[in-house]
T-cell receptor, first 111, second 113 residues
Framework: GESVGLHLPTLSVQEGDNSIINCAYS??????FIWYKQESGKGPQFIID?????DKRQGQRVTVLLNKTVKHLSLQIAATQPGDSAVYFC??????????FGAGTTVTVRA | DAGVTQSPTHLIKTRGQHVTLRCSPI?????VSWYQQVLGQGPQFIFQ???????GRGNFPDRFSARQFPNYSSELNVNALLLGDSALYLC????????????FGQGTRLTVV
């Protein structure tokens, strides 16, 4: 089975609120993680990455947190906007060359 | 700068036919990976190529094959198409295919009828 999964398949957020998308992984040897955003009809768009020697990384309006103890990854989006509506995937590298994806969380932003 | 480009964007094929999908990576990137994304699921790894050599292969039958050219572009070939091969085929480009940022193209939507 897949080694990466997301806790919730859907998330509804009020515009302007913060969003938190969670992801659990099972491969304790994974050392690199990426969050992708995929809009309808498009390929996944790179958002932010984090290596296993870090527990937090910040980008523009996004923060990724990594808890290796419980094998949990989260993506926080600040001040969620309508353009943030999409499917979000976490992915981990396995054997340094392939990305293993979860099923995704669909985020819907309410106006 | 151009991102990852894939062609064609959409394709309809009949069961038993063969298909070739194409990908051009970001300039300077030497690694190309192929993924299959079935509706409602995350992408599944098919192949990775680096410097024209196959580095890894996912759990896909031998009907799936790929190659990388000297200019680092790549082709994915699928023989004897089945209805279940209908999916979005994604190409990802990275500098060296290791633990570095991977950027995806818009994908090729393949429908097998």
């Amino acid at each position: 089975g897949e080694s990466v999964g997301l806790h919730l398949p859907t998330l509804s957020v009020q515009e302007g609120d913060n969003s938190i998308i969670n992801c659990a992984y099972s491969n304790s040897a994974s050392d690199y993680f990426i969050w992708y955003k995929q809009e309808s009809g498009k390929g996944p768009q790179f958002i932010i990455d984090i290596r296993s020697n870090m527990d937090k990384r910040q980008g523009q309006r996004v923060t990724v947190l990594l808890n290796k103890t419980v094998k949990h990854l989260s993506l926080q989006i600040a001040a969620t906007q309508p353009g943030d509506s999409a499917v979000y995937f976490c992915a981990e590298t396995v054997n340094d060359y392939k990305l293993s994806f979860g099923a995704g969380t669909t985020v819907t932003v309410r106006a | 700068d151009a991102g990852v480009t894939q062609s064609p964007t959409h394709l309809i094929k009949t069961r038993g036919q063969h298909v070739t999908l194409r990908c051009s990576p970001i300039s300077g990137h030497k690694s190309v990976s192929w993924y299959q994304q079935v509706l409602g699921q995350g992408p599944q790894f098919i192949f990775q190529y680096y410097e024209k050599e196959e580095r890894g292969r996912g759990n896909f039958p031998d009907r799936f094959s790929a190659r990388q050219f000297p200019n680092y572009s790549s082709e994915l070939n699928v023989n004897a198409l089945l209805l279940g091969d209908s999916a979005l085929y994604l190409c990802a480009s990275s500098l060296d295919g290791g633990n570095t940022e991977a950027f995806f193209g818009q994908g090729t939507r393949l429908t097998v009828v």
